[in-house]
């Protein structure tokens, strides 16, 4: 029997990556999308293609029933769960806090902190052996913002993955016992369509003399870190963050 891996946001970019990477793993692969039902489809016509197996399943993970909605379609049509990326999340605008609205406050943690709440609710149901589960694994995206604090672009975006730390930290040692490993990824300056959807499509190359290793990373460079966190290799670590940051 398949593992059986759903990544939210799993479209374009890191979530792409990741699909693309674990499906060539072995792993059935559920790949979730809000808008972009033909990126998603597309994700799903490459990895069947290569022999795969994989559906695209629409649902906001701000929205409880759509989360109960995207969960109940996995167990239908792949099988029980057992690997959850959360990868679903937004950037806005650059903005001081001063100017930040309190519609768009609510729209980042709606959707970056408690979309990833409800997956992973869904997702220890199904995996703990608290729950007649066999276990598994969850990888939360994070980023090298929650430690560098974006200020003049995004505070409330990096605050949102501050509470991504914070939970897969606490998630880790409340499911440790029951099968379940929580990890996240802090991915630094990498290209994919964020930064455009944040009004800077070149801010990796921008800000690329400021890391370390003087470049951007790639959404493959995440995603092979991620679907390691998720393997069988990574079997005794739980509660890492790990930085994919080229050393900023």
Known sequence: MSEVLLVTGGSRGIGAATALLAARRGYAVAVNYT????????????????????????????????????????????????????????????????????????????????????????????????HGGSGGAIVNVSSAASRLGAPGQYVDYAASKGAIDSFTIGLAKEVAAEGIRVNAVRPGLIETEIHASGGLPDRVRDLAHQVPMQRGGTADEVAQAIVWLLSPEASYTTMSLVEVSGGR
């Open 35 to 130: 808008h972009n039902q033909a990126a998603a489809e597309q994700v799903v016509r490459a990895i069947r293609d290569a022999g795969g197996q994989a559906v695209a399943i629409q649902a906001d993970v701000a929205d409880e029933d759509q989360v109960l909605h995207l969960f109940a379609q996995v167990d239908a049509r792949l099988g029980r769960l057992t690997a959850l990326v959360n990868n679903a999340g937004i950037v806005d605008r650059s903005a001081r806090v001063e100017e930040m609205s309190l519609a768009r406050l609510k729209r980042m943690f709606d959707i970056n902190v408690i979309g990833s709440f409800l997956c992973a609710r869904e997702a220890v149901k199904r995996m703990s052996t608290r």
